[in-house]
């Protein structure tokens, strides 16, 4: 009875509600039918949904012949239980018909016809014609089964767990670094986080030390090179210029190299590998008024087409980069204008306009042998029709463009082409930008601006005038 009891306890005897099909199956055709079951879950890619299917017809079997083989012990405990009583029955009618006491062994032995009787009870068919080599066979057969679907689900579960453990490392990885990038920012953000205000930008007031300024600068005027060489970038992709002759090729200025530190007070010299730059550090009431003096070769160009590209308003913003707008406030003459231009703003600098007048001359050499001067000035005026407005700083300017051609003579009768001429370039520079800037930061500003300007509007001029008549 011990058997009955723990499959009760544990939820598989009969007196437990399980679910029942239709109709009982044999125990051999159970076996056989889900024989083959057991071994397709052995198959590969088999999910842990089928096996787990699988473990649900298995349990209906083994709960079934769990029930068959409760029967067949019930039944052989109710034989048992017969038996007691056919025996004591025996022996009460054989005291009665002899009363001569014997021992139980002749008792057993004598009585061989009872035997037969008990046995033939207690016969394997004999119970509810139940089969218990058949039945136990089954059973055996079901419980390996289960437990070889069990192990196969026992693996499927831990190489999901597997998978979802790398999933996890990788999710905890990106969020490391979402959370490292998140930090950064967040710094980076506080540090800034008080330069949105005014007493954050130029001004006579303004918290920010000369490094930050600095920083925020050259980041800014970074982006805007940045944004300009994608500009020029696409620009030669739709254009499509034919490329310049061999001989035409020509390096305008090399790269600049700048002394650390200029003692205040004391000039500069900086060289290129094609141009030189000179200038001054002065002060005057805390602003920096240095004047500047590049002096520059280029060849393939004339220093009428130098000094006409400079000073036409037409193609200003093909090499003008630092202007966010500009108009004509008023025309003088042919070669002299007015000009009101805003210039794009560098954060935390204000921003800067000018009003100025250009005028454009040629100037006839006193000498047959020197050559002629073309020059374009620029200097700041006032006009009613362009005030000075809080929006921006106005900035005073004096500037001049001075070029001279110089002609190296062709060898025979050939006529004279662009390898034979040669642009000598003087240009000054005079401003005062207004303002609170720092000192430090203007002078690093023009540093890095005047000679990418120059190179920039040399090679400008090359590339527009490859393949032209000359213009002298």
């Not at 437990?16 to 125990?27: D, I, N, T, Y």
């Not at 790398?166 to 990885?173: F, H, Q, T």
Request: aromatic share 8%.
């Amino acid at each position: 009875m011990l058997f009955g009891k723990w499959f009760a306890e544990s939820g598989y005897g009969s007196e437990s509600s399980l679910r029942r099909h239709g109709s009982m199956l044999s125990l051999t055709s159970a076996a056989s039918g889900y024989s083959a079951t057991s071994t397709s879950s052995f198959k590969k890619g088999h999910s842990l949904r089928e096996k787990l299917a699988e473990m649900e017809t298995f349990r209906d079997i083994l709960c079934r012949q769990v029930d068959t083989l409760q029967k067949y012990f019930d039944g052989c405990a109710d034989a048992v239980s017969k038996d007691e009583l056919q025996r004591d029955k025996i022996v009460e009618d054989d005291e009665d018909d002899f009363p001569t006491t014997r021992s139980d062994g002749e008792f057993l032995h004598n009585n061989n016809g009872s035997k037969e009787k008990l046995f033939q009870t207690l016969s394997p068919k004999g119970i509810n014609g139940i089969d218990f080599k058949g039945e136990a066979i089954t059973f055996k057969a079901t419980t390996a089964g289960i437990l070889a679907t069990l192990s196969h689900c026992i693996d499927l579960m831990v190489k999901r767990e597997d998978s979802w453990q790398k999933r996890l490392d990788k999710e905890i990885e990106k969020r490391r670094r979402i959370e490292e990038a998140y930090k950064n920012a967040l710094s980076e953000l506080k540090k800034k986080s008080h330069f949105g205000g005014p007493d954050y930008e130029e001004g006579p007031n303004s918290l920010i030390n000369e490094d930050e300024f600095f920083d925020a600068v050259e980041a800014a005027l970074d982006r805007q090179d940045k944004i300009e060489e994608q500009s020029q970038t696409e620009k030669n992709r739709i254009q499509r210029v034919s490329p310049v002759p061999t001989g035409d090729v020509f390096s305008t200025m090399g790269t600049y190299r700048f002394a650390e530190k200029v003692t205040s007070g004391r000039g500069g010299r900086d060289e290129g590998r094609h141009g030189r730059v000179y200038r001054r550090e002065v002060e005057e009431n805390g602003i920096v008024l240095d004047p500047l003096k590049a002096t520059h070769s280029v060849k393939g160009v004339t220093g009428h087409e130098v000094c006409q590209y400079f000073w036409d308003t037409d193609v200003r913003n093909d090499w003008e980069t630092t202007i966010e707008n500009f108009n004509v406030v008023e025309t003088l003459s042919d070669n002299a204008i007015i000009i009101y231009q805003t210039h794009k703003r560098v954060w935390p600098a204000s921003q800067r306009d000018v009003l100025y007048l250009s005028a454009i001359r040629k100037i006839m050499a006193n000498n047959e042998n020197d050559p002629d001067t073309w020059l374009v000035c620029n200097f700041s005026v006032d006009h009613d029709n362009a005030p000075p407005s809080n929006r921006c700083v106005r900035a005073k300017i004096n500037i001049a463009m001075i070029c001279q051609t110089l002609v190296s003579p062709p060898e025979g009768d050939k006529e004279i082409s662009r390898d034979n001429i040669l642009c000598k370039i003087t240009y000054v520079a005079n401003v005062n930008p207004g303002g609170w800037a720092p000192a430090s930061v203007l002078r690093a500003v023009a540093k890095r601006e005047y000679p990418k300007f120059l190179k920039r509007f040399t090679s400008y001029v090359q590339e527009k005038t490859a393949g032209k008549s000359i213009l002298f």
